[in-house]
Structure formats: C-alpha cells, structure tokens
C-alpha cells in the first residue's frame, strides 16, 4: 500500500514537500517514483530513486528544483518541491517498481495528492 500526502496550495516560487508511506512490501528492496497528472493532461514522470537512493533521475521539467528522496528505515519516500511555478500543478502520484534500480516503470500505484501552485 502507498499513501502520498503533503499536497496543498502554494504560491509561485514557494515550496512543499510530499511524502509517500509504504507498506506491505519490502521497501528497502523496490525502486520508487514520483508521477503527475496536470488537469487535462496525461500522468508524467517526475522523479525516480533506486532501492538503495543512490540513484535518481528526473523529468527535465523538474531538474534542478526538485530532490527525490527515501529513508528506508521509515518505509517512506519523499520529494522535495522548491521554486514551484504554476504549471507544477497536478495530481502527484508515488509508485514502487518491482526491482532496485532506477527505471521508470513502476508495478504499484498510490492514491495522489493534489499540489496547486498559484501565480
């Protein structure tokens, strides 16, 4: 099961940080991914980290304003959203793949969380 959570309304340039709760599986051993819908839009990738978070990899829409990020120990994976510009607004999604490395497909989804960034 994965639970996303951190979502809300934000103004332009501000920040926030969305967390994914992990169960059911061995986290420690799955690579995770961040995903978004915009309104209107097909679901994107953002984000993904290996099992081990030594590596990651981002949407280039993202690179630079974005950190993805896990703590094992916590079954919880995270992102980390600085400089938020308007057309970051979306449904964001976390997903676990089904091995360690840092690949794009995933095999389970959670529920999303809504960010909205206002100009």
């Known amino acids: 099961k994965l639970q996303a959570s951190g979502g809300g309304l934000v103004q332009a340039g501000g920040s926030l940080r969305l967390s994914c709760a992990a169960s059911?599986?061995?986290?420690?051993?799955?690579?995770m991914g961040w995903f978004r819908q915009p309104p209107g839009k097909e679901r994107e990738f953002v984000a993904v980290i290996s099992a081990s978070g030594a590596f990651t990899d981002y949407a280039n829409s993202v690179k630079g304003r974005f950190t993805i990020s896990r703590d094992n120990a916590k079954n919880t994976l995270y992102l980390q959203m600085d400089n938020l510009k308007p057309e970051d607004t979306a449904v964001y999604y976390c997903?676990?793949?089904?091995?360690?490395?840092?690949?794009?497909?995933?095999?389970?989804w959670g529920k999303g969380t809504l960010v909205t960034v206002s100009s």
């Open positions: 997903a676990q793949g089904s091995g360690p490395s840092a690949s794009v497909t995933m095999k389970y």
């Open positions: 059911g599986r061995t986290f420690s051993s799955y690579r």
